[in-house]
T-cell receptor, first 114, second 114 residues
């Protein structure tokens, strides 16, 4: 069965620090899709990025970057020079090609202090 | 602008009541999902549906049922509400055929059972 683990329950940093959010997944499928979502205090989940299992190229978007390593089943998310507006709960999710199920991790509460 | 709309933002119900949570999407998505979110547990899948009248149990279906009579609408039913069903409920939708597309979420319904 598919599983996503986000071991960091809460992280607190000071503005301008870099921070990495960890995501480890389990799946039997050889093809699958990984996602990161942000949930600000307003509550609605906002999509950030997707990654296909056959594409291990890392991605950078502004202050955000993602490191996908198939060998360690990890899909980590780094925020560079964090800002107070980055404070939110961040979720990692997995979708296998064998079905429609979308499985989420426990989430990481990130607090960026001024 | 894509939209997933949940009928209520906040709901207070009494123990034993039958509760309906409604979700409507306007993106012609085949997949629809119901999750509950609890602190430290992340998003847990209750039920999902990949087509009209089709449904599959998620990880925590006990005490819940669902209905999908029309493609755009997915209802979550608490047959006899209990206090341990007090939670945030999130509805989402996604395309079935495009596996790497993200899911879109509603704003959530915070249900309190007293």
């Amino acid at each position: 069965a598919q599983k996503v683990t986000q071991a960091q329950t809460e992280i607190s940093v000071v503005e301008k620090e870099d921070v990495t959010l960890d995501c480890v997944y389990e799946t039997r499928d050889t093809t699958y899709y990984l996602f990161w979502y942000k949930q600000p205090p307003s509550g609605e989940l906002v999509f950030l990025i997707r990654r296909n299992s056959f594409d291990e190229q890392n991605e950078i978007s502004g202050r955000y970057s993602w490191n996908f390593q198939k060998s360690t089943s990890s899909f980590n998310f780094t925020i560079t020079a964090s800002q107070v507006v980055d404070s939110a709960v961040y979720f990692c999710a997995l979708r296998e090609t064998s079905g429609s199920r979308l499985t989420f991790g426990e989430g990481t509460q990130l607090t960026v202090n001024p | 602008d894509v939209k997933v709309t949940q009928s209520s933002r906040y709901l207070v119900k009494r123990t034993g009541e039958k509760v309906f949570l409604e979700c409507v999407q306007d993106m012609d998505h085949e997949n629809m999902f119901w999750y509950r979110q609890d602190p430290g547990l992340g998003l847990r899948l209750i039920y999902f549906s990949y087509d009209v009248k089709m449904k599959e149990k998620g990880d925590i279906p006990e005490g819940y049922s669902v209905s999908r009579e029309k493609k755009e609408r997915f209802s979550l039913i608490l047959e006899s509400a209990s206090t341990n069903q007090t939670s945030m409920y999130l509805c989402a939708s996604s395309l079935w055929a495009v596996m790497n597309t993200e899911a879109f979420f509603g704003q959530g319904t915070r249900l309190t059972v007293v």
